[in-house]
């Protein structure tokens, strides 16, 4: 999250322009050799934005501020370790799939039945029998009612299991229900730590710079790839807050405003995944117009050199700063279940919006790692601005049906990924949450 009490329209420029291409070239590369992505966004012509706290205190509104203090994020936080995990995890599973759009979806006719209907319970639970002494007996004679409940409701907790509690026991769990676990969908640019490559286990967001961040609710999607199943799991309960947080897509797709719904889904929503500063290319005088379709193109290549989603690179200024910014294709807010054929809200923009994020969270520590050019925000397909009262409506949506599960050491949350919504609550002390993604 970009600090909102760094921006100011006089900010000075950075007076050390490259002295040569190699050197410019050398430092892009760096910079993305750095990056993470975390969503997508936004075409070329994008206006200067403000930060949500300056546009709050034009309105009269003031919001909370975080503490900003030094926080000491772990080795794997800052990549240390992540090569032989990387490698293993590499030699078990394969890419994570292609996402599956689907048809144009009849949200009006769709969304009144959704209106109309009684939707099951979200989530559902299930709690280990007091009889059973064998836990894998349990999961491989209950895999079909298990499976059942997962496609049912979207997301099935399992409470008071002990095996689960480490990663061999959680591994052998979800390989008794069938599942064929596959690379996060960030794998190619190391945007999540791997806890355990030999046992596919991924971390979830536990880094402390980040514990008074508020993972918004979201799909484990990159545009171009979407796991289709999740399993999330509790080595450790945090000393106080870090609840899992779910959301059912349905009951999203049901509950949003016909009006916002019909022109969202016309307008399509793209997302930014990075901002590459680029500050120094307006000390070049009459030369920045000759440098930065060069900077542009190299940085294209670059990037497409490191990731393998689509992602395309765009000129804009923040905060009164040249910058180069990815942006994804324009993705529909409601798809189609590939496996249900059940319409279905998948829509990142609680989590990836700048305008919520900096509201709920206002100024958070620096963080470490890939996460430092982390930049996600999102507007309409074609780059207009999406309204502020929409993004609010969302946001009061979203909230409406959070749902949150506190976990403790060896429970697990299977969820549907195109159907359910994850985030995490803010925490304090040590939290030790994993994840196995699925094909």
């Given at each position: 999250v970009r600090n909102p009490?760094?921006?100011?329209?006089?900010?000075?420029?950075?007076?050390?322009?490259?002295?040569?291409?190699?050197?410019?070239?050398?430092?892009?590369?760096?910079?993305?050799?750095?990056?993470?992505?975390?969503?997508f966004m936004v075409p070329s012509s994008l206006p200067l934005r403000a930060t949500a706290r300056a546009a709050a205190v034009s309105r009269g509104r003031m919001l909370p501020l975080m503490q900003e203090t030094a926080v000491q994020d772990r080795a794997q936080d800052v990549g240390e370790g992540q090569a032989s995990e990387r490698k293993a995890a590499e030699s078990l599973m394969q890419q994570c799939p292609e996402t599956i759009w689907g048809p144009t979806v009849d949200i009006e006719a769709e969304q009144q039945k959704l209106k109309d209907a009684e939707l099951p319970e979200f989530?559902?639970?299930?709690?280990?029998?007091?009889?059973?002494?064998?836990?894998?007996?349990?999961?491989?004679?209950?895999?079909?009612?298990?499976?059942?409940?997962?496609?049912?409701?979207?997301?099935?907790?399992?409470?008071?299991?002990?095996?689960?509690?480490?990663?061999e026991g959680f591994e052998g769990m979800w390989k008794t229900l069938g599942m064929e676990a596959c690379l996060d969908p960030l794998h190619s640019v190391a945007g999540r730590p791997v806890v355990s490559g030999k046992n596919a286990v991924y971390e979830a967001v536990n880094k402390p710079s980040r514990a008074k961040f508020f993972v918004g609710m979201h799909n484990e999607m990159v545009g171009k790839r979407t796991v289709r199943k999740a399993a999330f799991v509790c080595f450790k309960q945090a000393e106080k807050g870090?609840?899992?947080?779910?959301?059912?897509?349905?009951?999203?797709?049901?509950?949003?405003?016909?009006?916002?719904?019909?022109?969202?889904?016309?307008?399509?929503?793209?997302?930014?995944?990075?901002?590459?500063?680029?500050?120094?290319?307006?000390?070049?005088?009459?030369?920045?117009?000759?440098?930065?379709?060069?900077?542009?193109?190299?940085?294209?290549?670059?990037?497409?050199?490191?990731?393998?989603?689509?992602?395309?690179?765009?000129?804009?200024?923040?905060?009164?700063?040249?910058?180069?910014?990815?942006?994804?294709?324009?993705?529909?807010?409601?798809?189609?279940?590939?496996?249900?054929?059940?319409?279905?809200?998948?829509?990142?923009?609680?989590?990836?919006?700048?305008?919520?994020?900096?509201?709920?969270?206002?100024?958070?520590?620096?963080?470490?790692?890939?996460?430092?050019?982390?930049?996600?925000?999102?507007?309409?397909?074609?780059?207009?601005?999406?309204?502020?009262?929409?993004?609010?409506?969302?946001?009061?949506?979203?909230r409406k049906n959070i749902v949150p599960v506190l976990m403790e050491k060896g429970d697990v949350c299977l969820i549907d990924n195109y159907r359910a919504m994850h985030g995490r609550d803010v925490f304090e002390g040590t939290r030790k949450h994993a994840v196995t993604w699925f094909k």
């Open positions: 009490r760094s921006s100011s329209s006089g900010a000075r420029r950075n007076h050390c322009p490259p002295t040569d291409m190699a050197k410019l070239t050398a430092a892009i590369l760096l910079a993305l050799c750095a990056n993470s992505a975390y969503g989530p559902t639970y299930v709690h280990k029998p007091a009889d059973v002494t064998d836990e894998a007996a349990y999961f491989a004679e209950n895999k079909d009612m298990l499976l059942a409940k997962l496609q049912e409701h979207g997301a099935v907790v399992l409470k008071g299991f002990s095996t689960t509690g480490e990663p870090g609840e899992f947080l779910l959301t059912d897509g349905r009951r999203m797709l049901r509950d949003v405003d016909a009006s916002v719904l019909r022109r969202w889904y016309d307008n399509k929503i793209r997302f930014s995944s990075a901002e590459l500063p680029m500050a120094f290319m307006d000390s070049l005088g009459p030369l920045q117009s000759v440098a930065e379709p060069a900077v542009k193109a190299l940085t294209q290549v670059a990037v497409d050199m490191k990731v393998d989603f689509d992602v395309e690179m765009f000129w804009n200024r923040v905060d009164g700063k040249r910058v180069i910014q990815a942006h994804a294709p324009p993705q529909p807010p409601v798809i189609q279940h590939p496996d249900t054929g059940l319409p279905t809200w998948f829509c990142n923009v609680h989590s990836h919006s700048l305008v919520l994020r900096d509201e709920r969270d206002g100024v958070l520590p620096e963080t470490t790692g890939a996460s430092r050019l982390n930049k996600s925000d999102c507007l309409f397909g074609d780059g207009t601005a999406i309204p502020i009262e929409d993004l609010r409506h969302i946001d009061e949506v979203t």
